[in-house]
């Protein structure tokens, strides 16, 4: 079978990462990429290519400050793609990180935007302490709505307005404030459109900020893609983990100061660009140590068995999931990570193998489905052209015996 441009999707004959992490396995070097399979694009990079290596780090980021690699944006749509998005514990893992940080300053959390929400009964499981509140429209997942919503998980199917923050500031009570609102649709909107979307949403947040006064704030953060700069909220760019393979999307943490306006900023769209184009091709795909607890051979089998290889996201997974335990249970190890991982597989809505799925990719899947559609129509319409034929013949039967 030939190797497939997009690893992260699954396509005819292979649906899952398992035999890829099983042929990685074999490699007697773990600092290798062939031994790292969310690496292996960079085997398929032209020989020539300028691509500097973050290898020899001995972290990965978390942040994106200033003084970040950039790189000039082009497209990738005919570039291999190794790297994996997953939506759900994208979200998961940013907000994992947020109440690791700051879950001792406030014990009730107003989550805005966040239907489907399949990881969010997961994620309140891990902090019974947290009472969370959260907003959307749209329908929630089954487990996030009782009877199956665990205690501290109460939702409310509507938009998050002004009005609800000022109810919910009127309570006086600390809280963490999370935003993941999105109106704009780059496959539905037209340029003009998904632009001025993106901007009203940042208004949005900036105003549910200034109302509800949070101890912190984690919210959505993406520019227009025209060239130009933003004045909004100032803080902390915190990196996602899991986020899609060419994404231009970060995570905004926000510390409002009692007593003071917001401070805000002007962003440069561009800057944001050129360094999330880097974080994407290269610091995604570099190879990262793994922690002291997992520097064995058998940890690092446990843990590729589990699909978490050394790449950026699957380290970064490793880093909080090991400082959660430390945290919550008992001192990490590699089968309490990758058991774990398991776990919040499950959370995320994938089952506990989760990490070595290789999903439809949404366009093929419609298509698969708009097939599966067409060949129960076509078995249809024989059917009832069947089952016509048959009355015939039986009538005639009927006709000719009178």
Known sequence: MPWPWNLAKGA?????????????????????ALANPHTWQRVAL?????????????????????????AEYRQRKEEAKSTVHWGQRK???????????????????????????????????????IQVEAWDPRPFARSAVPPQAPRNLRVHQEYFTEEVAKA???????????????????Q??????????????????????????????????RFPYSPGCTETLDGELRLPVWGPQSTTECRLLVTPQDGAALATKRWDHQCLWEQLFYFNTVTRISIYPRPAFAQD???????????????????????????????????????????????????????????????????????????ATERVNVQDRWDVSHAASMLIGCAGRVFFER
């Open 12 to 32: 005819v004959g292979r649906r899952s990462w398992a035999a890829d992490f099983a042929l990685a396995l074999r490699c007697r070097d773990p600092s290798c």
């Open 188 to 221: 539905r909107d037209s340029a003009e459109e998904h632009d001025a979307r993106l901007l009203a949403d940042l208004r949005a947040q900036e105003t549910w900020v200034d109302i509800l006064r949070p101890k912190r704030a984690l919210l959505k953060f």
């Open 297 to 371: 051979a058998e940890s690092e089998a446990t843990l590729r068995t589990a699909g978490l290889c050394r790449c950026y996201d699957c380290t970064r997974e490793v880093e909080l999931l090991a400082e959660y335990l430390q945290r919550r249970r008992k001192a990490p190890d590699a089968a309490l990570v990758a058991a774990l991982a398991r776990d919040a597989s499950s959370g995320c809505g994938r089952g506990p193998n989760g990490l070595l799925d290789a999903p439809t990719a949404p366009w093929q899947a419609q298509a698969e489905a708009a097939e």
């Open 46 to 70: 032209p020989t020539d290519a300028d691509v500097p290596e973050l290898d020899a780090l001995p972290s990965p980021p978390r942040v994106l400050t200033g003084a970040c690699p950039r």
């Open 91 to 129: 979200l998961f893992m940013a907000e994992l990180e947020f109440l690791l940080d700051f879950a001792a300053e406030a014990q009730l959390l107003v989550y805005a935007g966040a239907a489907e929400g399949h990881h969010l009964a997961f994620l309140c499981e891990l902090f019974p302490e």
């Open 168 to 186: 919910l500031a009127e309570r006086q009570v600390p809280l963490l404030f999370v935003s993941d609102i999105r109106t704009a649709d780059w």
